[in-house]
């Protein structure tokens, strides 16, 4: 079976989260002279397989076979690989079996290595992601198993395949506010407390706010708000209460106190309460490490382009790996059809990213 040949097994094999759709059970027969092991959890099914070559440092590729609900709008069955003016349709193309397929295969194939070569990969990514790269890393530090380096296969580039490789990503902290107030009667404001009243003098300083101005390699953190309600849906009553949401992509110059900080100082004076809860934390890997500079020489022989270290986007699980001290970093095809309908990805960029692939493993030490 050749790389596209994978791909389209893997396209037709429906995985819709938490389920595998059978992935696992073929990668165990596949993946010949590597060990297997399963770890599954809580419905998730979770897979680690590896072969020791030597004394050298272990490289893990990583990323999950789960994809999001099909939706509407396709022009063909989103889990028939549906080949077409060079592309191949289906869900999952882009984000990620493009990239699952590339690094199964390169793997597969490798021959020769200094040290240890393993793919970890899950069924639970696009959902809760709390029974999957989780549980493999707990398994993985409990046996003596973790990784020296870890690419993960999630479609990175933008405009063109090798522009961009992501050496972090930001954090998510989700915050909400509520401000009590005094519900009334419309007719007399004077005997009520309007919260929407209160906030709107300031809502113009929160709504967009930076609270840091970024760096080398990250956007400033901004306060995105998500949702804004009061008030029982009718003319004549003022609300006692406003419930406002909002988001931050942190960077790591911002953290949740500095978030409060920020909210204290907007809001001096109102009865309010603020929650805020952290779903990831940011990180960034080192551009000088072995495993960014060799993917990057792999790219550059590959693509002919120098690919630009980004931390843009939304999380992932390398998000996890990061949390154990491990060198991790993100690599796959242009992601701009990633979640859509008609998700394609080109069959040209599958055969390069396994190349890619192929020449890291053959190059990094």
């Known amino acids: ?54 004394a050298g440092k272990h490289l893990c590729f990583a990323g999950h076979v789960d994809v999001v609900p099909i939706g509407d709008g396709w022009n063909s069955d989103p889990f028939v690989a549906t080949e077409k003016e060079g592309f191949i349709y ?18 597969k194939e490798a021959n020769t290595f200094e040290g240890t070569l393993s793919i970890l990969l899950t069924s639970d ?9 989780l549980e493999v890393l707990k398994y993985l530090k409990e046996h003596n198993l973790l990784p020296d380096a870890v690419v993960v296969a999630e479609p990175t580039c933008e405009e063109r395949f090798g522009d961009a490789i992501k050496v972090g990503r930001r954090g998510s902290i989700n915050g909400v506010i509520e401000i009590i107030g005094k519900q009334g009667h419309a007719a007399y404001p ?24 970024g760096d080398e390699y990250f956007a400033p953190s901004q306060i995105v708000i998500t949702d804004i309600r009061a008030g029982i849906e009718t003319t004549n009553v003022s609300p006692g209460k406003l419930k406002m949401m909002f988001n931050v992509r942190n960077s790591t110059r911002t953290d949740q106190e500095k978030i409060r900080a920020f909210i204290d100082s907007q809001l001096c004076g109102m009865d309010y309460t603020l929650s805020l809860d952290q779903s990831a934390y940011p990180f960034v890997t080192d551009a000088s490490t072995p495993i960014v500079r060799a993917l990057q020489n792999a790219i550059v022989e590959v693509c002919g382009i120098n690919p630009k270290n980004s931390t843009a986007g939304g999380t992932s699980d390398a998000r996890f790996v990061a949390t154990y001290g491990i060198d991790v970093i993100e690599f796959g095809v242009i992601n701009d059809t990633i979640h859509a309908p008609n998700e394609r990805t080109s069959i040209e960029e599958v055969k390069n990213l396994y190349t890619v692939f192929t020449k890291l493993i053959n190059n990094f030490r």
Do not use: W
């Open 1 to 54: 079976m050749d790389i596209i040949a994978l791909f389209k097994k893997l396209l037709e094999s429906p995985s819709i989260t938490p389920e595998d759709g059978g992935i696992f059970d073929f990668l165990d027969t596949y993946l010949e002279g590597f060990t297997i092991i399963r770890i599954d959890c809580e419905g998730v099914k979770n897979f680690f397989a590896y072969r020791h070559f030597g």
């Open 90 to 107: 289906a869900r999952g193309a882009q984000d990620m079996k493009s990239g699952v397929a590339a690094f199964v295969q390169a793997l």
């Open 125 to 133: 990514e696009e959902g809760p992601a709390k029974f999957g790269t």
């Open 190 to 213: 004077e005997k009520a407390i309007n919260p929407v009243h209160q906030i709107a003098p300031v809502l113009s300083h929160i709504a967009g706010a930076f609270l840091d101005e």
